[in-house]
């Protein structure tokens, strides 16, 4: 009789062990998530009110399409729908998470070269500027700015003003963009050899 309660209070007692041990990671894991998101910023582009049609009537939901960066050159973005509007966002900012490109930028300002991005009937041109431009683009676009770090651009859409088409067809634009030294590695050339060695230094300086 008395061994029975002792053995089962050494079971009672490595498998509170364990699930401790299960707690402190699990707080780690969260401490580790939340360090990360102070690191990063996000817009929410747009929200939307959606219904579905059922057999009772309809189902009101809400869409939010959001932009998440770390303003040193990573971003993305992500979609989510849910029936309340703050886990619509959560649903679209975790998957902007997880979806995030690392777009190369001259001196950390401004792109390398201009690029035209397309997607559906979203099309976007995106040019370099000149110190001191600013961000020249409307709103979908400069939300992906401004979460980027980008602080020099201008951006024209020239197809569809749908948020999502926009914000695709900039994202189809920025995967092309690339960097002299990027081109001068896939070709087996220096910098100097594509850009010219005024222009090689001012890039090795800037470290592009």
Same mark, same amino acid.
């Given at each position: 009789?008395?061994?029975?309660?002792?053995?089962?209070? *050494?079971?009672?007692?490595?498998?509170?062990?364990?699930?401790?041990?299960?707690?402190?990671?699990?707080?780690?894991?969260?401490?580790?998530?939340?360090?990360?998101?102070?690191?990063?910023?996000d817009k929410l582009v747009?929200?939307?009110?959606?219904? #579905? @049609?059922?057999?009772?009537?309809?189902?009101?939901?809400?869409?939010?399409?959001?932009?998440?960066?770390?303003?040193?050159?990573?971003?993305?973005?992500?979609?989510?729908?849910?029936? *309340?509007?703050?886990?619509?966002?959560?649903?679209?900012? *975790?998957?902007?998470?997880?979806?995030?490109?690392?777009?190369?930028?001259?001196?950390?300002?401004?792109?390398?070269?201009? @690029?035209?991005?397309?997607?559906?009937?979203?099309r976007v041109i995106l040019?370099?500027?000149?110190?001191?431009?600013?961000?020249?683009?409307?709103?979908?676009?400069?939300? @992906? /700015? *401004?979460?980027?770090?980008?602080?020099?651009?201008?951006?024209?859409?020239?197809?569809?003003?749908?948020?999502?088409?926009?914000? #695709?067809?900039? /994202?189809?634009?920025?995967?092309?963009?690339?960097?002299?030294?990027?081109?001068?590695?896939?070709?087996? #050339?220096?910098?100097?050899?594509?850009?010219?060695?005024?222009?090689?230094?001012?890039?090795?300086?800037?470290?592009?």
């Amino acid at each position: 009789m008395a061994r029975g309660p002792m053995g089962g209070g *050494e079971g009672g007692g490595e498998g509170g062990d364990r699930r401790r041990g299960r707690g402190r990671d699990r707080d780690r894991d969260q401490r580790q998530e939340r360090q990360e998101g102070d690191e990063l910023k996000d817009k929410l582009v747009t929200i939307n009110r959606v219904a #579905k @049609v059922v057999k009772g009537g309809r189902r009101f939901s809400f869409a939010a399409l959001v932009v998440v960066g770390d303003q040193k050159g990573r971003v993305g973005w992500g979609a989510g729908k849910a029936r *309340e509007v703050p886990e619509a966002i959560r649903k679209a900012t *975790e998957r902007a998470k997880r979806g995030m490109i690392r777009v190369p930028m001259k001196e950390g300002r401004t792109l390398h070269h201009d @690029v035209i991005g397309e997607y559906g009937a979203g099309r976007v041109i995106l040019r370099a500027a000149p110190a001191g431009t600013g961000i020249i683009a409307g709103g979908p676009m400069r939300a @992906v /700015f *401004e979460t980027l770090g980008m602080g020099d651009v201008v951006a024209k859409c020239t197809g569809s003003t749908n948020p999502h088409n926009m914000v #695709k067809a900039t /994202f189809a634009a920025l995967t092309r963009c690339t960097s002299p030294r990027a081109v001068a590695a896939r070709r087996g #050339k220096k910098v100097s050899d594509i850009l010219g060695p005024r222009k090689d230094e001012a890039a090795e300086a800037a470290n592009v």
